[in-house]
């Protein structure tokens, strides 16, 4: 197996793992242009999360063994060489891997590198780290299961099959060839996180989560794109993900994406023990500021609109900042209706019952999966810097947003992180006549429209041009 190889399989694999705890948050995106009323929004209620420690949090999400099975340490570093950037500071074997990996010791004792919840849930923009912002730059074109045999020669060459090290890499092995071959997304960006929770749910036990071989059901062929939030949001809401659907509480949530590799419910219950203070960790993000220069008197105007047409749904900021947490129709907001069809329908029928029924739903810190049928209007904190916006990342700006008239049908963007047009807001992008390769998107497609969400257009144009220089504040 050659170097280039390895690295592709290891690095684009990864991100099938986190994206079933972390994922489809945010749907950031700005509402209605006349006042909400209770015919076409529902108020969303939560509870109240457990306490943890945020110092030990961010200790957990940068050193912790959530998933416990990955390539031998030694193989990573055969492959990739000691990393030199080392963003996170971190000290000992994880010092030389990248920002994204961990290497933690597998049941079995071996050293082995396994993805983080970094791989989605950090990114750079204009030149700097954020921690938190969604990683809009996943490619899941293709399945990577296929690249399995190249990756299996390499360990099996320098370790032997049977060895404690092949032994330790086993359980990654698996679940990625179980979940890879579903989770291939029409364009770079889209992240398939609902049919990873789906797939998994269908290979792990309800109550005992033991992994069986032969999945329950009948798995979906469609995948559903999201688009990766920004975790920054999530100690607004009542309620994660798009669609209000994620109820109960969050950490049952944001551990799901441990059972790429958990081994049982034992295993489950003593992360559970941990995940309050990696919440906690996450409640201190703070969205980054706009980078460029702001006219304030513009955006004071801005704010006068946005206070209008926009608060109702989205919420106050500043000093004095609420979040109303409002359930938008879908009849009312009229964005691509596929996520939440799938969960309202039979698509998820059968995940949606292991979820509540067994183990994640059970006891008094029990999750609940409550499909609705709407969009949950999204706090707008950092907007400016998580473009491609509506929930499945179909309008490459926040201009293209609120005047519907001008979204591209087909349209491609570079996927260089400072490539940004700070006028409009969001991704430089080209116009094109058809899907012209994998980095164009396709809004005729099913699930990845660019539909609905017309509320801006009933602003003029020096309005709307006043109202994101607003939002660049937020």
């Known amino acids: 197996?050659?170097?280039?190889?390895?690295?592709?399989?290891?690095?684009?694999?990864?991100?099938?793992?986190?994206?079933?705890?972390?994922?489809?948050?945010?749907?950031l995106s700005v509402q209605e242009t006349?006042?909400?009323?209770?015919?076409?929004?529902?108020?969303?209620?939560?509870?109240?999360?457990r306490d943890g420690n945020a110092a030990i949090g961010r200790e957990f999400l940068i050193y912790g063994d959530y998933v416990s099975s990955g390539v031998p340490y030694e193989s990573y570093i055969a492959a990739f060489g000691a990393n030199t950037d080392n963003i996170l500071d971190r000290t000992g074997d994880n010092a030389n891997v990248r920002f994204d990996f961990s290497a933690v010791d597998a049941p079995n004792g071996v050293r082995v590198v396994a993805p983080n919840c970094l791989q989605c849930h950090a990114s750079t923009i204009n030149g700097e780290f954020v921690m938190g912002l969604g990683n809009a730059g996943a490619n899941f074109t293709t399945d990577q299961s296929s690249l399995l045999p190249l990756v299996d020669a390499f360990i099996f060459g320098q370790f032997g099959e049977?060895?404690?090290?092949?032994?330790?890499?086993?359980?990654?092995?698996?679940?990625?060839?179980?979940?890879?071959?579903?989770?291939?997304?029409?364009?770079?960006?889209?992240?398939?996180?609902?049919?990873?929770?789906?797939?998994?749910?269908?290979?792990?036990?309800?109550?005992?989560?033991?992994?069986?071989?032969?999945?329950?059901?009948?798995?979906?062929?469609?995948?559903?794109p999201t688009d990766v939030p920004p975790w920054w949001v999530l100690k607004k809401k009542n309620a994660?993900?798009?669609?209000?659907?994620?109820?109960?509480?969050?950490?049952?949530?944001?551990?799901?994406?441990?059972?790429?590799t958990m081994e049982n419910e034992t295993i489950a219950a003593e992360l559970d023990d941990k995940f309050p203070d990696l919440l906690a960790y996450l409640n201190t993000l703070e969205a980054p500021p706009y980078p460029?220069?702001?006219?304030?008197?513009?955006?004071?105007?801005?704010?006068?609109?946005?206070?209008?047409?926009?608060?109702?749904?989205?919420?106050?900021?500043?000093?004095?900042?609420?979040?109303p947490n409002l359930l938008v129709d879908l009849a009312r907001i009229g964005t691509d209706p596929l996520l939440v069809n799938g969960y309202s329908g039979t698509h998820y029928e059968y995940m949606i019952n292991w979820f509540n029924n067994g183990w994640f739903g059970q006891d008094p810190n029990g999750g609940q999966l409550v499909s609705r049928n709407g969009y949950l209007a999204q706090p707008l904190d950092g907007i400016w810097a998580t473009a491609p916006y509506l929930h499945n990342g179909a309008v490459p700006t926040l201009e293209d947003l609120l005047n519907s008239s001008q979204r591209p049908t087909f349209w491609k963007r570079s996927f260089n992180t400072s490539d940004i047009d700070y006028e409009k807001v969001g991704w430089n992008y080209s116009v094109e006549t058809s899907k012209v390769d994998t980095d164009t998107y396709d809004t005729t497609k099913e699930g990845y429209g660019n539909q609905g969400h017309t509320f801006g257009d009933n602003l003029t144009t020096s309005e709307r041009t006043a109202l994101i220089e607003y939002l660049k504040t937020i």
């Open 162 to 224: 049977g060895s404690p090290e092949w032994e330790a890499y086993q359980p990654f092995r698996l679940a990625t060839a179980a979940t890879a071959p579903y989770l291939v997304a029409d364009v770079k960006g889209a992240n398939p996180a609902d049919k990873l929770a789906a797939v998994l749910s269908a290979h792990r036990d309800a109550n005992t989560l033991e992994w069986n071989e032969t999945p329950a059901y009948e798995i979906p062929e469609q995948l559903i």
């Open 292 to 323: 460029q220069t702001i006219n304030t008197t513009l955006a004071e105007t801005g704010k006068v609109i946005f206070t209008e047409n926009c608060q109702e749904c989205h919420g106050t900021y500043g000093a004095e900042a609420s979040f």
């Open 240 to 260: 994660m993900f798009y669609s209000a659907l994620g109820n109960g509480d969050f950490c049952r949530f944001l551990m799901g994406s441990s059972l790429l």
């Open 34 to 49: 006349c006042t909400p009323t209770p015919s076409f929004t529902t108020k969303i209620e939560g509870i109240q999360q």
């Open 1 to 27: 197996m050659t170097k280039t190889h390895f690295i592709l399989f290891i690095t684009v694999v990864s991100f099938t793992v986190f994206i079933l705890g972390c994922g489809d948050d945010d749907e």
